[in-house]
């Protein structure tokens, strides 16, 4: 005798039909929870969006509440740490751009550095950045700086300019960069990619292609080692010297 299949009752289906409205209301209302408190990215919604599909279909009953406790709810706890875990990650990458930024700004900055009421140096810059919590800490002129330096009769001894440039406030050392120009009282004019000037020492370096122009002769090398006024200075390796000749006055 063929066996006929077994057609629940209405109150069994009823209750089936509850059972899985049940379930899924729990699971979206703790999503839509879980949304507001944290930002979730795909990776998590993907996860919690399958999690339902599952209780969803597979019919949850009353009787398979302790089903429930064993898998679903670790697995939505596991979801929550995850979510949590995910959140807390892009607060300390938030927390560490915060730190990297500068402390002071300044844009179109100009000072004065002085020494016992006698000025020693003009400093302009078009923007600043003091970067105090920095190891070593610096201020950084990203846009280019521009120095002179003068004698107790304010006359102009020497002058830089560079494109870009940093001053390590501990140690008073300066690192120029990109298109430097230094001027010294005499006219003559250095040209590098790069120079050091230690304050302290009273000296600046360079180890880079240099150009000296002066009113008769240009001179090239790599390297090159000088006072801070320029008034003194030195190529370490000379590359070639040429003469310029001048006009005579009629």
Not at 22 to 39: D, N
């Amino acid at each position: 005798m063929k066996q006929q299949p077994f057609v629940p009752e209405n109150n069994q289906r009823r209750n089936i039909f509850i059972n899985k409205s049940i379930a899924l209301l729990l699971m979206g209302s703790a999503v839509l929870l879980f949304s507001s408190l944290y930002r979730f990215n795909i990776v998590s919604i993907i996860f919690l969006t399958i999690l339902i599909s599952r209780v969803a279909y597979q019919g949850i009953a009353l009787a398979h509440w302790n089903r429930i406790g064993e898998i679903y709810i670790p697995m939505v706890i596991f979801s929550i740490m995850f979510v949590s875990c995910e959140n807390d990650i892009q607060k300390v990458k938030e927390f560490a751009n915060i730190q990297n930024q500068p402390r002071i700004t300044a844009e179109n900055f100009e000072t004065i550095y002085s020494d016992s009421t006698v000025i020693r140096y003009k400093l302009n810059t078009p923007k600043l950045f003091y970067r105090e919590d920095a190891d070593p800490p610096y201020v950084e002129y990203p846009v280019g700086v521009h120095i002179e330096k003068y004698d107790q009769k304010m006359n102009i001894t020497a002058s830089i300019r560079a494109d870009y440039a940093k001053f390590f406030t501990k140690e008073k050392q300066w690192e120029a960069k990109n298109n430097v120009i230094a001027i010294n009282s005499s006219g003559d004019t250095l040209k590098t990619e790069q120079l050091s000037w230690d304050e302290n020492k009273g000296k600046i370096y360079s180890d880079e292609f240099v150009k000296i122009i002066r009113a008769d002769q240009i001179i090239t090398g790599i390297g090159l080692e000088a006072n801070q006024d320029f008034s003194i200075w030195k190529i370490k390796n000379p590359k070639g010297t040429i003469y310029i000749e001048m006009e005579e006055e009629k």
